[in-house]
């Protein structure tokens, strides 16, 4: 199996206990705030919201400049695209019919998540058959929903499990995508299980049938990755720039001065 950027069998792999205490984490407060928020009234879900804010911002101390800036990109771009998605399109919706106060966050840890496997020592160490593991598991799954067997049946599910190949095989961070397989799929299932939110049996566009949730629902995701890996760059040059400008500009007042 040939991906791209894929680590090579001599690298050293070195096992940061802060990347699996990131991964572990989140894994914990996704289930328990998911399940929580399944019973719970609008206040609750709001100081869910803001436990999730201050959780994020504490997993982000210690990590360099470049990953706070990806992470703060993709909250940026998954919080549109929840209200694009949801609250327009109907996609799928939560149970208030809103985007929940810990969604952009959450957003944030699942992207750190991801970043923080990727580069975990175990999944460099057995990238290819993690790899492979996705491909047929997404790939099962993707055939079961349009099988007939399944009650909902999911179309969407099978065109994005196709998408995220082509991530996987075609991006620039296979390993992050690979990664995001994992925490997006079991916040999928435990959201939907726990009737956190419910994906809509046909998708609003073309009115194809959509499982609850797709199977391939984690090629949303790689287009957060995606997104806030290729914008990182610009945007830090930007932010270099202006720091630049600005330190110019402080030097002429003093000497004017």
Not at 5 to 12: E, G, L, R
Not at 13 to 21: K, L, Q, S, T
Not at 30 to 53: E, T
Not at 228 to 241: D, H
């Amino acid at each position: 199996m040939k991906l791209r950027y894929f680590p090579s069998p001599d690298t050293a792999y070195i096992h940061r206990g802060r990347d699996y205490f990131i991964a572990g984490f989140t894994f914990f407060c996704v289930a328990v705030s998911l399940v929580i928020d399944a019973h719970a009234n609008l206040l609750i879900q709001n100081i869910l919201g803001v436990i999730a804010w201050v959780f994020l911002v504490g997993l982000l101390i210690g990590e360099n400049r470049e990953i706070r800036v990806q992470v703060v990109i993709a909250v940026a771009f998954a919080t549109a695209g929840e209200h694009f998605a949801s609250i327009y399109m109907g996609g799928y919706t939560y149970r208030f019919e809103n985007v929940p106060l810990y969604i952009p966050p959450g957003h944030g840890m699942v992207y750190l998540t991801a970043v923080a496997l990727a580069r975990s020592g175990f999944f460099l160490k057995y990238a290819r058959k993690i790899a492979l593991f996705v491909v047929v598991t997404c790939g099962i799954w993707s055939l079961w929903g349009i099988s007939g067997i399944s009650a909902q049946g999911d179309q969407v599910g099978a065109i994005l499990y196709c998408v995220f190949l082509i991530y996987l095989f075609k991006g620039r961070s296979p390993m992050v995508y690979l990664a995001a397989f994992f925490i997006t799929t079991w916040l999928e299932i435990i959201g939907t299980a726990a009737g956190t939110w419910k994906w809509a049996a046909l998708e609003p566009i073309f009115q194809l049938s959509q499982g609850n949730p797709p199977s391939g629902v984690s090629a949303w995701y790689c287009l957060v990755d995606a997104v806030a890996i290729g914008c990182a760059p610009i945007v830090l040059k930007g932010m270099n720039r202006i720091a630049d400008w600005t330190k110019s500009a402080r030097s002429v007042l003093v000497n004017r001065r």
